[in-house]
């Protein structure tokens, strides 16, 4: 989402770089570039005057360190910044001292409340909770039938008074059937509408002051952009407001609507929806996000992604054959199946430091190229992946069309994986020497 904003101001510090000090005149002009990048990103113009000042204000006469060239002195200041506007901190949910904690998701409609729900189902889940998803939407045709669907994919507890019953004493009934079966988090599904209204914020008012909820969380679609600001914004003033979900963080869109809508409502974005699976959803770091939008990684949250879907043993035990350079076809199709549960590759690649700008040159990672690579191993005899040093010509023409590929392409495949466990081997031998010879150059960047 932010790909764009990220090149544009890569293209901004190149303009500060090789001054020994930041003044009012080299800054004008490396600050106009930050400014039409955060506008051509969809930030809010009152966000991005503010921001604009508070760069220039820090950045204006400051002397470069030796070893610091200006554009990283800049890089630093608007860093700070960016994770300063986009609330300096992870928010947690604010769980109840007695449960069940009750979460209220508001917004329009079509932005993605009932898949949220059933994605902070499955990540509350994943923390020891028993969630219960309460269908409130009594006006959308099969709303109800929805969240139940939802609520049997994320395997969480349901439950709604149906179509023809009171909004308000479905929400207040939850709770106690929260408590009769054991669940100890409620989370609200509200109606929602095509624009906001004095009829929708009036339920809403209603719902709240019946129920007195932990969070009221506004679900917002990010590639609405300054729209999805603006019905913050209102719902805000009708309802206390504690957090903000982005959906759709993996599309697009421009991404503005990410850094303004903390500064516009004062709310932080507690998640991201970052695709279309129930378990597609992440705690927003603001730090990690800005180290990701100027190109920096983030490395924590790759970690994270990592212990959550990847098989531990199963590592291990590649690592050990790595080690020996004794892993096969077979071993290097699970390690990728494995990659593939942590989401695009390419959006993995950009969690690396210094990838982002390889991949701004050129280094290419295409999904769909992985997807090749899966079928031509696929085409494989269990013996030929264990041992591909017998695959001749006749085999190879075999599986080029048992994987709809050409013959070349399974000779491109053969060799890269010859190639990489070369430099496996390398690398784990550099790793062992720690510094010692030759093999130093060759440890894991």
Known sequence: MFESLSKRLEGA??????????????????LQEIRKALLEADVN???????????????????????????????KIVHDELVELMGGENAPLQMAEKPPTQIMLVGLQGQGK?????????????????????????????????????????????FSLGEKADPVDCALMARGEAQVRGCDVIILDTAGRLHVDEEMMGEVRRIQRSIKPQEIIFVANAMTGQDAVNSAKQFHEAVPLTGVVLTQMDGDARGGAALSVIKVTGCPIKFVGTGEKLDALQA??????????????DVVSLVEQAQEVVDQEQ?????????????????????????????SFGDLMKKIPGMSKMMDQGMDFDDDQMKYTEAIIYSMTPKERHN???????????????SGTSVQEVNRLLKDFEQSKKMMKQMMKGSKKKGKGKGASMRMP
Not at 136 to 157: F, H, S
Request: charged share 30%.
């Open 315 to 343: 590592a291990l035990k590649f690592q050990e054959k790595a080690r020996k350079a004794s892993w096969d076809l077979e071993d290097f199709l699970q390690q990728m199946q494995q990659l593939k549960k942590m989401g």
């Open 284 to 297: 927003f770091h603001p730090k990690r996000m800005a180290d990701q939008i100027l190109g920096m990684g």
């Open 388 to 402: 591909p040093k017998i695959i001749n010509g006749s085999r190879r023409r075999r599986i080029a069309m048992g």
């Open 114 to 158: 009932t898949t949220t729900a059933g994605k902070l189902a499955v990540h509350l889940k994943k923390q020891g909770y028993k969630p219960l998803l309460v269908g409130a939407d009594v006006y959308r045709p099969a709303a109800i039938r929805q969240l139940e669907i939802v609520a049997e994919r994320a395997e969480a507890q349901f």
């Open 13 to 30: 510090f190149k303009n500060l770089r090789g001054q020994g000090k930041l003044t009012e005149k080299n800054m004008k002009e490396g």
């Open 45 to 75: 113009y009152r966000v991005v005057k503010d921001f604009i000042n508070e760069v220039q204000k820090k950045a204006e006469g400051q002397e470069v360190l030796k070893s610091v060239q200006p554009g990283q002195q800049i890089v």
